[in-house]
């Protein structure tokens, strides 16, 4: 059983910044990718960032790249999504997801895992 919990969504200006970290908890110990998507009202679910187990590597959609990083703290099962010079095309709910492996693309296979979302709202 795996477990995804997301934190730090909120309200933020346009131009701002905002980190999000998802946990992941399970009964076993294994080598996971983990990532993000985000969902805004009224569109399809989009594609953010997947990073490999060690963390040296990430796949980034091209909306985000350039303005988000992306780290991981394997001994705390922690990934860190910082997303900075928001803009109000951000908003979304943003949800963790993982899949077993050290390096999944999740442009093209789904993650196994999901987080319940966290909302950040950009404000113009």
């Known amino acids: 059983q795996v477990q995804l919990v997301e934190s730090g969504g909120g309200l933020v200006q346009a131009g701002g910044s905002l980190r999000l970290s998802c946990e992941l908890s399970?009964?076993?110990?294994?080598?996971?990718?983990m990532g993000w998507f985000r969902q805004a009202p009224g569109k399809e679910r989009e594609f953010v960032v997947a990073v490999s187990w060690t963390g040296n590597n990430a796949y980034w959609g091209d909306s985000v790249k350039g303005r988000f990083t992306i780290s991981r703290e394997n001994e705390k099962n922690t990934v860190f999504l910082q997303m900075n010079s928001l803009k109000s095309d951000d908003t979304a709910v943003y949800y963790c997801?993982?899949?077993?492996?050290?390096?999944?693309?999740?442009?093209?296979?789904?993650?196994?895992?999901w987080g319940p979302g966290t909302q950040v709202t950009v404000s113009s």
């Open positions: 399970a009964r076993t110990l294994s080598s996971y990718t």
């Open positions: 997801a993982a899949a077993l492996g050290v390096f999944i693309d999740f442009r093209f296979k789904d993650p196994s895992y």
